[in-house]
């Protein structure tokens, strides 16, 4: 049973353009969601989140909107950089502020061409 | 520059050989996280101890895998048999409660079953 689903395993975008990777989950619990990217031969680290009292957070590049009627989150990255390309994962938790455990997507790999 | 450290980094064994993986959690966080890198399941939880007690196990398999924190500076995770289907990465993480829902990852330890 896939709570969290990234339906898009992959996703190509050009430098310079707009790359959104979508997110959906089912387990209506869930409060609190993050982003984190993952290079090859690394460990995930994490690029962003966001509380379920929100549906919109913005850190430089990357925002992050939440929409909880349609139990769907979003990562919009403007511009993309060749240094964006990377498997991205969603999660979500439960609890916000306990350190809880991170239920995780699939993955979407992105490919930023030149 | 603080980080989760894991060892070993790569690990090549034989089926029915015993595993052990280790981690080192960032200084000061009382939540320890093993997580399983697969192609089909993305990144799946195993287990997960607070102040060294064990949480949630639910994901492990709990015929051969085990998992302890002898001390506050280290998790292991241990795979006895070890079997080909096994062969994935594993990463640690550990986090902090009341800093928030974010969990740092370790590298991972690439463990190979021939």
């Known amino acids: 049973d896939q709570q969290v689903k990234q339906n898009s395993p992959s996703l190509s975008v050009q430098e310079g353009r707009i790359s959104i990777l979508n997110c959906d989950y089912t387990?209506?619990?869930?409060?609190?969601f993050l982003w984190y990217k993952k290079y090859p031969a690394e460990g995930p680290t994490f690029l962003i989140s966001?509380?379920?009292?929100?549906d919109k957070n913005e850190d430089g590049r990357f925002t992050v909107f939440l929409n909880k009627s349609a139990k769907h989150l979003s990562l919009h990255i403007v511009p993309s950089q060749p240094g964006d390309s990377a498997v991205y994962f969603c999660?979500?938790?439960?609890?916000?502020?306990?350190?809880?455990?991170?239920?995780f997507g699939t993955g979407t790999r992105l490919q930023v061409t030149l | 520059d603080a980080r989760v450290t894991q060892t070993p980094r790569d690990k090549v064994t034989e089926m029915g050989q015993e595993v052990t993986m280790r981690c080192q959690p960032i200084?000061?966080?009382?939540?320890v996280f093993w997580y399983r890198q697969t192609m089909m399941q993305g990144l799946e939880l195993l287990a997960y101890?607070?102040?060294?007690?064990?949480?949630?196990d639910s994901g492990m398999p709990k015929d051969r895998f085990s998992a302890e924190m002898p001390d506050a500076t280290l998790a292991t995770l241990k795979i006895q048999p070890s079997e080909p289907r096994d062969s994935a990465v594993y990463f640690c993480?550990?986090?902090?409660?009341?800093?928030?829902?974010?969990?740092?990852f370790g590298e991972g330890s690439w463990l190979t079953v021939v």
């Open positions: 387990n209506s619990m869930f409060d609190y």
């Open positions: 999660a979500a938790s439960r609890n916000t502020g306990t350190a809880s455990k991170l239920t």
């Open positions: 200084l000061g966080h009382n939540t």
């Open positions: 101890f607070r102040n060294r007690a064990p949480l949630d």
């Open positions: 993480a550990s986090g902090r409660t009341g800093a928030g829902n974010t969990i740092y």
């Open positions: 966001i509380s379920s009292i929100k």
